[in-house]
């Protein structure tokens, strides 16, 4: 049954939603299986999350590790007035602003003229979906972020509206246009490199 609602489609998110805050709660209460439990049946949606709105897919592992350790030390404090995968996102979110934080403010160093050459030489060539995820990440860096964070939020991790909305924390009629705005620009994006193929 557990593992039945964690493979719900949509109509079944609620259901997965109240799990998945009742493993937060007992793990929250000290019961170690619970937050494993909590940590599996959420893994695959933070790391999507940091992936897209770091836009670093090396850093992603680092980013997930790092917001399932901040919300272990919160989890004392966890309320449940929010379903809690909609306040581990909220975690998620700030881990990665900290990250960018973090990285502005030490200095670069590079002892190559052309990095950027040398980064895209270093990447892996021939896996499958490379070529689409990197043209996935291409269009959503084109997005500005607020609206790239609505975007993914909605649209690739799969939340509803309100719950976005909550993770960012502004008004739900916020992440709709900003979705909208998003979705229009993709498009745009698309239809010129059709055209221009």
Do not use: K
């Amino acid at each position: 049954m557990t593992h039945a609602l964690l493979r719900s489609e949509p109509g079944g998110d609620l259901a997965r939603d109240d799990l998945i805050t009742q493993w937060a709660l007992a793990a929250r209460d000290g019961d170690a299986e619970a937050f494993e439990r909590f940590v599996r049946a959420t893994r695959r949606d933070v790391w999507r999350f940091v992936a897209h709105l770091s836009g670093d897919l090396h850093a992603a592992d680092d980013l997930t590790q790092e917001t399932y350790l901040r919300a272990l030390t919160a989890l004392r404090g966890y309320a449940a007035r929010s379903c809690a995968r909609i306040w581990l996102l909220a975690i998620a979110r700030r881990t990665v602003a900290d990250r960018f934080r973090s990285a502005a403010a030490r200095p670069r160093i590079a002892d190559t003229g052309d990095w950027q050459a040398a980064a895209e030489r270093a990447q892996p060539r021939g896996l499958p979906g490379f070529e689409e995820g990197v043209a996935l990440l291409d269009l959503l860096e084109a997005l500005d972020a607020p609206r790239r964070e609505a975007f993914v939020l909605t649209q690739l991790a799969g939340l509803p509206y309100a719950d976005a909305a909550a993770a960012v924390g502004c008004p739900v009629g916020t992440v709709r246009s900003r979705v909208a705005r998003a979705r229009e620009r993709v498009s745009a994006l698309l239809l010129a490199a059709d055209h221009a193929a």
